[in-house]
């Protein structure tokens, strides 16, 4: 009996299931956050014509660039996709399909489709190219856009730590989109940094609770850091 | 004289107020942190799910599950929270930001904004602008009065893709300090030495010119 123990053992256990055309969720902003080990095994097992949700695409020689230049990713639903170079050449020539989506429509589409929600009116994009052949609607004087919600057929997600029974806490701003994608996957696959026993996290401070999570297996990250930036040092005369 | 970069921030930073939550876009925007007047409290909202955000971190305590909006590594100040891109844009969306300031390529007279795509030659995606400038009552558009040939940036109508409709309400450029209502820019103050000639001549939309145009003080 496994029970409500969702701790895998190999990246293949982990992504078991995953095939042709199916509409992966991955969590991180650029490349904070993002479930490193997970995304290389989509590169590993060659899965193709996938439909990726994440909110950039990573860079070109890592996260979900790593996707784009095996030509693993047909349609990519992101908000800004400013650092891959690599994903900007496969869009102007048509070879990728993109759905621009402003980022907090892309958020709410996630946390809608996660909580039953099929779609919802935002002002987001009113009189703008993304409202077109959109339903729109005014509502107290204000106009508004109908934006359905997302959902997937398998979400990744990287989180600080998680119990066996995949109750998840996030760190700092590597939570961003990971704990509404948790919510929103058919099979939703846990990359965490600490897997811990059920009762080490306090149930006050768990973000996402077990009920959304299928499988957890035990990360290993590089934590690429994409604009290293510090302060000036002080001068010590 | 044209605004500097700096000029620029220094201008929008005398519109913070005690107790304001600002969301800082990517640029100039940015530059604003820098000018916070020491005898107020403000606190900078990252829309990737940072409130509180603080200075550039140091060597040593550098930590890559902490960045800004533009991926910069950054740090946290007393009192700051962390939270989801949902909540975060539920703060933006919800109006809960006192003061949102970016950039943009174009803006018109009826307060809409483009600044996110330049067809053929540059889609990188609107990120969070659209969100923002939604959702926010209380937006500063820094921009260039005009473009490097002398052509205006303040249109009657918007020609690029727009990232929001009717939503402006303040434009801060190079030369000058405008307010959008009633379908026209209204020329507020002007930058220290530019004249108002020079300001009517790059501006293509409707402006109106009051009797009095201040120099802008720093």
């Keep these: 009996m496994a029970g409500l123990n969702k701790v895998v053992g190999s990246y293949e256990e982990a992504l078991k299931g995953l095939s042709n055309d199916m509409t992966v969720m991955v969590g991180g902003f650029g490349l904070c956050g993002i479930p490193e080990g997970l995304i290389a095994q989509m590169v590993k097992s060659g899965v193709t014509g996938l439909t990726a949700i994440s909110n950039n695409a990573g860079v070109d020689d890592f996260g979900l660039g790593l996707l784009l230049k095996t030509r693993q990713i047909d349609t990519m639903i992101a908000s800004y996709v400013g650092e891959n170079a690599t994903f900007e050449q496969q869009m102007l020539s048509g070879q990728l399909k993109v759905i621009l989506t402003p980022q907090g429509t892309l958020a709410e589409k996630i946390r809608a489709g996660g909580a039953g929600i099929p779609a919802f009116f935002t002002a987001t994009g009113y009189g703008t190219p993304i409202a077109e052949g959109k339903e729109t609607r005014e509502i107290d004087g204000r106009h508004y856009v109908l934006e359905p919600s997302l959902t997937a057929d398998f979400a990744l997600v990287r989180a600080w730590k998680a119990d066996t029974m995949g109750n998840l806490v996030f760190r700092k701003t590597a939570a961003n989109f ?60 | 004289m044209a605004l500097s970069r700096e000029q620029l921030a220094q201008r929008v930073a005398q519109e913070l107020k005690d107790g304001f939550y600002v969301n800082l876009g ?11 007047p020491q005898d107020i409290e403000v606190m900078l909202q990252s829309e990737n799910g940072l409130l509180g955000m603080g200075e550039f971190p140091t060597e040593e305590t550098i930590d890559a599950d902490l960045i800004n909006a533009g991926k910069q590594t950054v740090t946290a100040v007393d009192g700051a929270s962390f939270f989801s891109s949902a909540e975060s844009f539920a703060m933006i969306r919800g109006g809960h930001v006192d003061l949102t300031v970016l950039g943009a390529f174009e803006v018109d007279e009826q307060g809409s904004i483009a600044s996110w795509m330049i067809p053929g030659k540059l889609i990188k995606g609107m990120g969070g602008a659209m969100d923002l400038v939604a959702g926010a009552d209380n937006i500063i558009v820094t921009m260039m009065h005009a473009d490097k040939k002398g052509n205006s940036k303040l249109l009657p109508k918007c020609e690029l893709p727009l990232t929001g409709f009717g ?30 000639e020079e300001i009517v001549a790059k501006t293509a939309g409707k402006l109106i010119i009051p009797v009095e145009v201040p120099e802008m003080r720093f």
């Design chain 2, 26 to 36: 990517i640029g100039i925007p940015t530059l604003v942190a820098n000018y916070i």
């Design chain 1, 178 to 237: 990971n704990p509404m994608m948790a919510t929103a996957g058919k099979i939703t696959v846990v990359e965490a940094e600490h897997i811990v026993e059920p009762g080490e996290l306090d149930p006050d401070h768990i973000h996402t609770p077990g009920i959304y999570v299928n499988r957890v297996i035990q990360g290993k990250f590089e934590k690429r850091i994409e604009q290293r930036t510090v302060k000036a040092a002080p001068v010590i005369l």
């Design chain 2, 167 to 196: 939503c402006i309400k303040r434009v801060l450029t190079d030369l000058a300090f405008m307010a959008i209502k009633d379908g026209a820019f209204h020329l507020l103050e002007r930058a220290p030495g530019v004249s108002v």
